[in-house]
Every structure is written in structure tokens, then in C-alpha cells.
């Protein structure tokens, strides 16, 4: 239930998340149950805050703060007799910080009462747009959890990391960064940067840097550029710092008129988790009005180089 005021909400609420299994008694141990089931309780109280104020020399820009909180209590119960087809342990960031399951999925329910804070500011232009986004926040948990995924051990920690995002920008570019410290290894977990820069509608350029503690240091760099008023130079190339190589490269020319488009695109990309590179050379001839239910031939470049799909003309 929801109570809602003029700059203030508290919404507490309570439920009942019930999982039952059917399982083919072939698929499992002789003396195991094959119709377990799980029972829990749950309960949570969400309630935040916004305050504004005027911002600039004129007064003309708007400044919000506005602080949150999330309680979640859901006690423990064994689960290791149910069963794991499709529940994973997600990473943390803003989105888990205000969840009350750790996991996603329906096989496991992490036991925990935890506590979760944040603020976020805004600051907004004359015109109603967001220039600058940042919000800052934490879990603590009162107990020591129980329940984890086969092979895991739970959470046995007194609070989550720090976790940290800002995005700040004018109308031709972008910057976005994100941030996350362990407060016991007193170390960085996490950290994310994206720059985008588009000065026109048909023209691109951004670089990326991500880091992982023990997993993963990459940056990339993306261009989408023309070279005259129908031909665009497309590239992007990705690079790991760990193992100190190349993870994709492409460049490539394309034509686009108003009812077809034309591209040509050399990759040379990491092929497998043992690290092996393959390369390709595509050509694509794509008419607009009769591939709308084929594959997308940019979908490569979309993943690769955010806001590339943006550039496309209306079929003709």
C-alpha cells in the first residue's frame, strides 16, 4: 500500500512468494523428493523523499535531492533440496541496491534484513533537461545470510559496496560514469566511463573503459563519421589490458540512399574463451522496403557502437 505526499512516499507492503517443483523421478537421487516446494514470507518498507531548490546564477536551473530507503526482512529457509535451472547471482549495482531478492531467478531466496540508502541529486536546465544525474548508495544487512547458489558461499558481510553513478552532459556530448569500492578490501570493485560525442545527427564518436577487479580491464574507441553527404566510415576497436591484446576491430565504408544502403565491413574478433581470433570480410546489400522481417544487417554494429542505430533514414 502506497502513501503518497507532495515530495514523500512510504510504501510498505508484505507477501507471500510460494515455488513448487514437478521433477521427473528419472532426473533424480532414489530417496530425493520430486515435488519439493518453498514457502516464504516476505516484507519491506520503500520510502523516499525530493527536495528542490533553484540553482545558477539566475536562478533559472532547478536542483533536486532526494534521499531513499529500502528495509526487506525474509527469513531463512533450507533450499538446498530445490532444484537450480535457471537462477543466477547478478552483479551489484543501482538496480540490485532497491531489490529485495539478491538473486534473479525463482530457485533460490537469499534469507537477509538488510537496510538500503541512497541519494541521488539532479540538476535541470530552464527547458526541463537533466544536465547532471548522481546518486550514491549502500546496503547493510543486521544478519549473516544462509542461502546461496550450489558451489557458493552466502554473504556473510555486515554491508554491500559503495556504489556510485554520474551522468553529466550537453546537447553534442554525453559522459557517464559509474563506480563501486569494497569498503573491507578497502579497494576498487568496479568502475565504468563512457563518452559520446555527436556534434550532428549523422555523425559519432565515444570511448569506453571498464574494470572488474580480477575479471576484466577493456576500453574501446567508436567512430561513425561521414566522408561525404551518402558515405559513412564505421569503426570500432576494442582492446582487454589483462591480456594485452586486441578483442575486436572492424572498420568498414557504407552507402546509404533513401530505399537501400550498402556496407562493407573487414572484423577480426576473439572467437572463443580460449582466446583464438578469427576474421571476416562482409558485404551488405540491404533494400529497406522488403527486409523488414529479415535480420537486421546492423545488429553487429548496434551492439558494437551504441546509438549507430539511431542513423538510419526512414525507408523510402
Known amino acids: 500500500m502506497r502513501f503518497a505526499r507532495a515530495g514523500m512516499y512510504l510504501t510498505p507492503a508484505v507477501a507471500l512468494r510460494q515455488t513448487a517443483y514437478w521433477l521427473d523421478s528419472d532426473t533424480i537421487a532414489p530417496d530425493a523428493d520430486d515435488t519439493p516446494s518453498r514457502s516464504l514470507p516476505i516484507a519491506s518498507v520503500d520510502t523516499g523523499m525530493k527536495f528542490e531548490r533553484e540553482a545558477g546564477r539566475t536562478s533559472t536551473w532547478l536542483q ?35 531489490r529485495k531478492y539478491q538473486f534473479v531467478g525463482p530457485d533460490r531466496v537469499a534469507d537477509t534484513e538488510q537496510f538500503s540508502f541512497g ?45 556510485a553513478e554520474m ?26 566511463t563512457r563518452f559520446e560525442y555527436r556534434p550532428q545527427d549523422d555523425r559519432l564518436f565515444g570511448f569506453g573503459y571498464r574494470y572488474r577487479r580480477g575479471f576484466i580491464e577493456q576500453g574501446d574507441l567508436s567512430v561513425v563519421w561521414p566522408a561525404t553527404d551518402k558515405w559513412r566510415i564505421i569503426g570500432r576497436y576494442s582492446y582487454s589490458f589483462l591480456e594485452s591484446e586486441p578483442l575486436e576491430e572492424f ?66
Open 119 to 163: 541519494v541521488t541529486t539532479r540538476l535541470i536546465d530552464e527547458q526541463g533537461t537533466e544536465r547532471l544525474t548522481a546518486t550514491l548508495g549502500q546496503t547493510r544487512y543486521l544478519n549473516a545470510q544462509r542461502v546461496a547458489l550450489p558451489g557458493e558461499s552466502p554473504n556473510s558481510g555486515n554491508d554491500s559496496d559503495y556504489v
Open 64 to 98: 533536486t535531492l532526494e534521499p531513499r530507503m529500502l528495509y526487506v526482512d525474509v527469513p531463512y529457509e533450507d533450499q538446498s533440496a530445490l532444484p537450480v535451472f535457471d537462477t543466477i547471482l547478478p552483479d551489484f549495482n543501482l538496480i540490485q541496491l532497491f
Open 167 to 192: 551522468s553529466f552532459g550537453r546537447d553534442i556530448w554525453n559522459l557517464d560514469v559509474g563506480y563501486q569500492w569494497n569498503n573491507d578490501a578497502e579497494s576498487t570493485s568496479r568502475a565504468e
Open 251 to 316: 572498420v568498414g565504408w557504407e552507402y546509404e540512399a533513401c530505399c537501400w544502403r550498402f556496407r562493407m565491413i573487414g572484423r577480426r574478433y576473439v572467437s572463443s574463451r580460449t582466446g583464438e581470433a578469427d576474421s571476416a570480410i562482409s558485404l551488405q546489400l540491404e533494400l529497406k522496403g522488403l527486409s523488414q522481417g529479415a535480420p537486421k544487417p546492423e545488429e553487429l554494429l548496434d551492439r558494437g557502437i551504441l546509438g549507430y542505430r539511431s542513423f538510419a533514414q526512414p525507408n523510402g
